[in-house]
């Protein structure tokens, strides 16, 4: 009950930050194999789409779709088909995404993504294997996903961007290295970085909007939104609605 109610809709407005007149964004948080969560959460996304007014609308996935809930196969499956009728949406990579498509490739760096949610992923492939494995094993459960996983998934994974902007908001998975010039950010960084991003309180010159560092409810800083809010745990996953006059919550 101390979730469900720290996490009830919260439709307090912030100052303008620079997105542009009619753009509604929806940028929503890191969903780890949560298909039921992320049937909700769209369903919640449409009627709120229903009440307001705007030029454009996007929704933007802040990436790890997979690992630690038991769906990851069914949550890419669900957002390769996803349509929401007047909206455009963007698809970001998480590092979840990389320590996966790694996987496929090297399967003798795979132990970690193992221990960090892959055994759920390969589990909702059809593939098992213990977490504790020699390098035979490991390869032969990488063989399997790559035989179980559709081409259409490859294609998602593969095909997942870095980082999207619009106006003064950049959209990334984990955030940026403070003092980085933007053309030499890494994508370890953009994917992958913690601490050294979310305490310096850096200007980057953009408000970043992310998820990778969990967060018991979305935090507004001047320089930073994040929306990860542990959903494969807590069953709250959430959306922040962006807008030039501010920004509210969405979460199921």
Not at 119 to 135: H, I, K, P, R, W
Not at 157 to 163: D, F, P, S, T
Request: with cysteine.
């Amino acid at each position: 009950m101390f979730w469900k109610k720290l996490f009830l809709p919260d439709r307090k407005v912030t100052p303008s930050y620079g997105l542009p007149d009619g753009e509604l964004v929806y940028a929503i948080g890191d969903i780890h194999g949560r298909a039921d969560l992320l049937a909700k959460l769209c369903g919640s996304i449409r009627q709120d789409m229903a009440r307001r007014e705007y030029e454009r609308a996007t929704l933007v996935f802040l990436g790890d779709y997979v690992d630690r809930g038991f769906h990851s196969c069914e949550v890419i499956e669900a957002l390769i088909s996803l349509e929401i009728p007047g909206a455009d949406i963007v698809f970001l990579a998480g590092n979840h995404e990389d320590m996966m498509l790694r996987f496929l490739d090297d399967p003798a760096d795979g132990q970690l993504w193992l221990g960090v949610g892959g055994l759920a992923t390969l589990a909702s492939y059809g593939v098992f294997v213990e977490e504790e494995s020699d390098f035979d094993a490991l390869l032969e459960a990488s063989n399997g996903l790559g035989s179980a996983l559709p081409k259409a998934h490859r294609g998602f994974l593969a095909g997942l961007k870095e980082e999207w902007r619009l106006g003064d908001l950049l959209f990334v998975h984990a955030g940026l290295r403070p003092g980085v010039p933007f053309a030499a950010q890494r994508r370890r960084d953009k994917l992958g970085i913690r601490r050294e991003f979310t305490d310096s309180g850096f200007d980057f010159g953009v408000r970043i909007v992310h998820g990778h560092t969990g967060v018991r409810r979305p935090v507004i800083e001047p320089g930073r939104i994040a929306v990860d809010t542990g959903a494969f745990a807590t069953g709250i996953l959430t959306a922040a609605v962006l807008e030039k006059a501010g920004v509210s919550f969405l979460n199921t």
